[in-house]
T-cell receptor
Framework: RKEVEQDPGPFNVPEGATVAFNCTYS??????FFWYRQDCRKEPKLLMS???SGNEDGRFTAQLNRASQYISLLIRDSKLSDSATYLC?????????????FGAGTILRVKS | NAGVTQTPKFQVLKTGQSMTLQCAQD?????MYWYRQDPGMGLRLIYY???????DKGEVPNGYNVSRLNKREFSLRLESAAPSQTSVYFC??????????FGQGTRLTVV
């Protein structure tokens, strides 16, 4: 089983739609969680960290469910510019500290 | 604001050639990483360095070596390139348990 798993999509949604992505992780002792965004052939960039209590940044809401070992990302009022690949990132607890493990990514396509 | 700088940006190698990918960060981060990204595979960790003087294998280390030259620099070496190593390589750095910052990537083709 992969350490971090995501639905690859693609998710094709119209502008203005609400879309949600889930990500599951296998290491129950994982400590830090992030969502990254990657545009075609460019480097990944941090979208938001995910906190235990859940957090919101504008149209984006991230949630963590430790009991079920998943994190989610909700995007409201989708824009064309939201089209990208969204990467779930987890820091498993381990001997070597905080190596970051990436999911394979979920592709989002927002269409007018 | 340099952040994480990778060189070169593009490279074409012949099978069996060697090369070193360079990475430097100016954010005083302890941790540095090398990832490769292939279509449909996401980012896979090649090697990781938690601090200066330490390195550890990631998910796909075979065919690669690394050197953490100092706190700023973390290089990745391909001793004998193979077509299977054609990929986009990303270097990243982070503070402990914090988000990572990435370089712009190196697009490597091995023919």
């Amino acid at each position: 089983r992969k350490e971090v798993e995501q639905d690859p999509g693609p998710f094709n949604v119209p502008e203005g739609a609400t879309v949600a992505f889930n990500c599951t992780y296998s290491n129950s002792a994982s400590q830090s969680f992030f969502w990254y965004r990657q545009d075609c052939r460019k480097e990944p960039k941090l979208l938001m960290s995910v906190y235990s209590s859940g957090n919101e940044d504008g149209r984006f809401t991230a949630q963590l469910n430790r009991a079920s070992q998943y994190i989610s990302l909700l995007i409201r009022d989708s824009k064309l510019s939201d089209s990208a690949t969204y990467l779930c990132v987890v820091t498993p607890r381990g001997e070597y500290g905080n190596k970051l493990v990436f999911g394979a990514g979920t592709i989002l396509r927002v269409k007018s | 604001n340099a952040g994480v700088t990778q060189t070169p940006k593009f490279q074409v190698l012949k099978t069996g050639q060697s090369m070193t990918l360079q990475c430097a960060q100016d954010m005083n981060h302890n941790s540095m990483y090398w990832y490769r990204q292939d279509p449909g595979m996401g980012l896979r960790l090649i090697y990781y360095s938690a601090s200066e003087g330490t390195t550890d294998k990631g998910e796909v280390p075979n065919g690669y070596n690394v050197s953490r030259l100092n706190k700023r620099e973390f290089s990745l070496r391909l001793e004998s390139a193979a077509p299977s190593q054609t990929s986009v390589y990303f270097c990243a750095s982070s503070r402990q348990r914090s988000e990572a910052f990435f370089g712009q990537g190196t697009r490597l083709t091995v023919v």
